[in-house]
């Protein structure tokens, strides 16, 4: 007699995403994560070179108690937070009890046995709920980094190199080409604009990336830090050259050419960190921040 197959549940190889902690299921990974956009190269195999059984032992029980980060917003089911948070890497202090959620008790994921009965969702009237674990208020400087993710510093800050970096160029070029003096100045103080967002826009950057993002180093935030080293450098650069030589621009200049190139370098270097970003507008948490 041949050999009878054996029985159980399913297993499929997954792989997580380690920025917005999508589970993706299936032999091959997506290109990008359909959550937040990141290459494939930023997800990792959960249970390393093993099969993963989803099915799970009946009867189990589980807390559907959601706490909710109040750095990242990452909400997490179970009895207790977690000692850290998986998202941003907060402690467990700074997670809260989400509202509704004190009366809730242990339900059953999958049909008990037979002969058993299956438990409420919720607490009778009878029954004292659950004591919450006592946690810490989070302190006014761990809540500063989700304030300003909230309120969207950086999507703000961005669009000024983004929208006057193109302006000034076209100022530039046309000042170079008509040599108007009136459109080369206006052009050089929408630089100076720009070189004066640039530590907004940096920090505020910075502060998404390890809020929303976790810190985690994707190829996406590779490129959008070099772009906005190479906006910050250039911009200073074009500005202390033309403090430095006012005539750089004069048709008989041997530094014309080159101060346009250098120009146009920068505007690219924003453009490239634009579309870069505009991969990442979809965040992890990004609702609960709203609330």
């Known amino acids: 007699m041949g050999k009878q197959p054996e029985t159980g549940g399913s297993t499929v190889k997954r792989n997580q995403c380690t920025v917005c902690g999508y589970i993706h299921q299936g032999e091959n990974l997506p290109d990008n994560c359909p959550v937040c956009s990141v290459e494939h190269d930023s997800f990792i195999q959960i249970t390393g070179s093993t099969d993963t059984p989803l099915a799970g ?149 910075y502060n998404d990336w390890q809020v929303r993002l976790g810190g985690h180093l994707t190829r996406t935030i590779r490129v959008k830090i070099i772009c906005g080293a190479v906006v910050t450098i250039l911009s200073l650069v074009l500005v202390i050259w033309r403090l430095v030589q006012p005539h750089v621009l004069e048709p008989w200049s041997s530094g014309r050419l080159i101060y346009l190139l250098v120009f146009l370098i920068a505007l690219l270097a924003a453009a490239v960190a634009g579309f870069s970003g505009g991969k990442l507008i979809q965040f992890p948490g990004n609702d609960s921040l709203e609330k």
């Open 57 to 205: 032992k009946t009867g189990e029980n589980i807390d559907t108690r959601r706490w909710r980060c109040e750095v990242c917003g990452y909400i997490h089911t179970g009895p207790s937070p977690p000692d850290k948070c998986p998202v941003c890497g907060a402690d467990k202090s700074m997670f809260t009890l989400m509202p509704g959620e004190e009366d809730k008790i242990v339900l059953e994921s999958t049909a008990p046995p037979s002969g058993k009965t299956k438990k409420s969702g919720f607490r009778s009237a009878t029954e004292s709920p659950p004591a919450a674990p006592a946690l810490k208020s989070p302190r006014l400087y761990a809540r500063i980094p989700a304030m300003i993710a909230r309120l969207h510093v950086h999507p703000i800050s961005v669009h000024i190199p983004n929208g006057v970096l193109p302006v000034a160029f076209l100022f530039l070029l046309l000042g170079t080409i008509f040599e108007n003096d009136g459109l080369l100045l206006v052009s050089y103080y929408d630089l100076i604009f720009v070189l004066i967002s640039m530590p907004v826009v940096l920090f505020s950057g």
